[in-house]
């Protein structure tokens, strides 16, 4: 599905049953990390899948299926002689009512994201029409959520953009980023 030049959304990418066993993994307490911004900017809850289970496996699946799609129509996106790395899956909640981080930013904006190149997103549940959108600034797009569907955009300036606020459903997602392998080790 192409959304604009460069956003590319994945319909149906991820089953059912991943979505089911994802939601259920977020709701049990075997996370590897976890990350409860409470602050003007930004209410939600992010748990880090752990790199050593087969739900990450599984995720990663999904995330190489997408890469290669979004790098044979864009195979100048990356032209290295190593993969991209997607280290971190996290799985984040945003509930109503104030959720959300609804500032316009991008994924690449100071020396410690440098290396991300693309921005990964799933969406694990529908959310209502006009709520919870991930919102494009400069190509003034919105992408409205809906359960399975995969979405995949550049990191840099300007593709800033926010997670629009939900008002009746929690919106669950996927997310992380593809990085260009660490210097030196792109020789």
């Not at 997670?163 to 260009?180: A, D, E, F, M, R």
Request: a negative charge; glycine letters at 8%.
């Amino acid at each position: 599905m192409d959304l604009t030049e460069f956003v590319r959304g994945y319909s149906n990418i991820v089953s059912d049953e991943l979505v089911e066993e994802m939601l259920t993994w977020f709701n049990s307490g075997e996370y590897s990390r976890i990350e409860n911004p409470n602050r003007a900017t930004r209410k939600d809850i992010q748990k880090w899948v752990p790199v050593d289970s087969d739900l990450y496996q599984k995720i990663g699946a999904v995330k190489k299926t997408m890469l290669a799609s979004y790098l044979e129509e864009f195979p100048y996106a990356y032209r290295g002689n190593l993969e991209l790395e997607s280290e971190e899956t996290k799985i984040q909640r945003t509930d109503p009512k104030g959720g959300g981080f609804h500032n316009f930013h991008a994924e690449q904006s100071h020396y410690k994201n440098c290396r991300r190149v693309l921005v990964w997103t799933l969406y694990l549940n529908d959310i209502p029409e006009g709520e919870g959108e991930t919102e494009f600034l400069y190509e003034k797009i919105r992408v409205q959520p809906k359960k399975g569907l995969g979405l995949v955009f550049p990191a840099g300036w300007q593709w800033q953009h926010r997670g629009n606020p939900v008002h009746t459903t929690s919106k669950y997602i996927s997310t992380g980023w593809w990085l260009y392998p660490p210097e030196g080790k792109m020789d």
